[in-house]
């Protein structure tokens, strides 16, 4: 990932590319309240539990984990 911590990745990369067309997706990266850099892919659930701290999910981790409301 680049130093700007935002950038452009294939459809190959995506998590999910959520039926857009491309051919591009965004991804990006984030330090948390740990100093941990977590890397996000197009596609990605993100469930923010407060300041700097969250957590990165992929769509099937994300099903699993919660029920629909």
Not at 23 to 31: C, L, T
Not at 40 to 45: I, M, Q, T, Y
Not at 57 to 69: I, L, R, V
């Amino acid at each position: 990932m680049p130093d700007d911590d935002v950038c452009t990745i294939t459809a190959d990369e995506a998590t999910d590319t959520c039926g857009d067309p491309g051919p591009e997706y965004i991804a990006f990266s984030a330090v948390t309240v740990h100093g941990e850099r977590l890397e996000f892919a197009h596609g990605d659930w993100i469930v923010v539990m407060g300041p700097r701290v969250f957590q990165r999910f992929t769509p099937s981790e994300f099903a699993a984990a919660y029920e629909q409301a």
